[in-house]
């Protein structure tokens, strides 16, 4: 298998695997489900953050999927990376050393790195310096 082969593979698979966490989880999030309440509210954040973060993540996922947008899709991908590890250090801020807290919040943003790093071409900003 080719290089470019596999890295469209490692891409489409991880940019799936983040589509889907974000879209569920923002769903979940703006529905104000009661796990999603219970989650926010025991790390300190107040219950409407779920309205901001459940929009955004949804707007994200359809920025990373649709074809051009190419600097939308950076910032999408800054603003996962920036909720996913934030996310990792509220639970271990809290206190909350389980399983669940660490991997979700880990593994997504892990997806998100791999997704945005081997993106196709087409799907970069080129940059004028190089």
Not at 33 to 60: E, H, N, R, S
Not at 111 to 124: C, I, M, N, Q, T
């Amino acid at each position: 298998m080719n290089n470019t082969k596999r890295n469209n593979i490692i891409y489409w698979v991880a940019t799936a695997l983040l589509a889907i966490g974000m879209l569920q989880s923002g769903i979940f999030a703006v529905l104000k489900t009661k796990q999603w309440v219970d989650l926010v509210t025991a790390l300190g954040y107040p219950v409407y953050f779920l309205y901001i973060l459940g929009i955004w993540k949804i707007l994200g996922v359809i920025a990373i999927l649709v074809p051009g947008f190419k600097l939308l899709k950076e910032w999408a991908y800054a603003g996962f990376f920036f909720a996913m590890t934030g996310a990792l250090v509220s639970h271990l801020a809290c206190g909350d050393f389980a399983a669940k807290a660490i991997m979700g919040p880990s593994f997504q943003a892990l997806f998100v790195f791999l997704s945005w790093y081997f993106r196709p071409a087409d799907r970069k900003i080129v940059s004028v310096n190089e």
